[in-house]
């Protein structure tokens, strides 16, 4: 079956540590995105990838970094710098480049991350 | 800039009675609108999507919404709920131009009364 896989499911982080975030899609599509979910907030754009090896910031990049060297992975670095990163992160992806308007975005089942 | 406002963010209803949640948006262009669906510690799952044609849509699990141009508008609805309808519902618009990103309402959670 396709689809996106985040791993872990819950992760715990101790104050001053880098920890990243996995995920992967086997559904050869070519945007992949990262959210970031805060109760009563709704979900906010961190980063976002259009084609391997390109990215943008999306909306609250800061205290965060990507990578895109394949198409099927795109994993998010939570680092030290992020003040606040206790959240919910969900991964998401569409299906081309340009990542137009009408492309429905698929999520993955999300990573908690919990800062100790 | 656009915004998509979810009025409620706790809705509760009866169980077989309507469902209505709201979202309006501001963009002085039509945007391309959806709804998704969440449950407890889970990913988001499209419920169903407008980007042209007929402004009645149709979606899983019986929910549809209509997009009403001249209320910006997009509010979903189910005629009779189910308890197995409870979850967190988000409402999101994609710009018709620019770089295409959506833009997502704050949510709003249906609990289903027995």
């Known amino acids: 079956d396709g689809g996106i896989t985040q791993s872990p499911k819950y992760l715990f982080r101790k104050e001053g540590q880098n920890v990243t975030l996995s995920c992967e899609q086997n559904?050869?599509?070519?945007?992949m995105y990262w959210y970031r979910q805060d109760p009563g907030q709704g979900l906010r754009l961190i980063y976002y990838s259009q084609i391997v090896n390109d990215f943008q910031k999306g909306d609250i990049a800061e205290g965060y970094s990507v990578s895109r060297e394949k198409k099927e992975s795109f994993p998010l670095t939570v680092t030290s710098a992020q003040k606040n990163p206790t959240a919910f992160y969900l991964c998401?992806?569409?299906?081309?480049?340009?990542?137009?308007?009408?492309?429905?975005?698929?999520f993955g089942p999300g990573t908690r991350l919990t800062v100790l | 800039a656009q915004s998509v406002t979810q009025l409620g963010s706790h809705v509760s209803v009866s169980e077989g009675a309507l469902v209505l949640l709201r979202c309006n948006y501001s963009?002085?262009?039509?945007?391309?609108l959806f709804w998704y669906v969440q449950y407890p510690n889970q990913g988001l799952q499209l419920l169903l999507k407008?980007?042209?044609?007929?402004?009645l849509v149709k979606g899983i699990n019986g929910f549809e919404a209509e997009f009403k141009k001249s209320e910006t508008s997009f509010h979903l609805t189910k005629p009779s709920a189910h308890m197995s309808d409870a979850a967190e519902y988000f409402c999101?618009?994609?710009?018709?131009?620019?770089?295409?990103?959506?833009?997502f309402g704050t949510g709003t959670r249906l609990k289903v009364l027995a």
């Open positions: 998401a992806s569409s299906i081309t480049p340009s990542g137009r308007a009408t492309d429905t975005q698929y």
């Open positions: 559904l050869n599509h070519d945007a």
């Open positions: 963009s002085s262009v039509p945007p391309y």
């Open positions: 407008y980007t042209t044609g007929a402004t």
């Open positions: 999101a618009v994609n710009p018709t131009s620019g770089t295409y990103k959506y833009i």
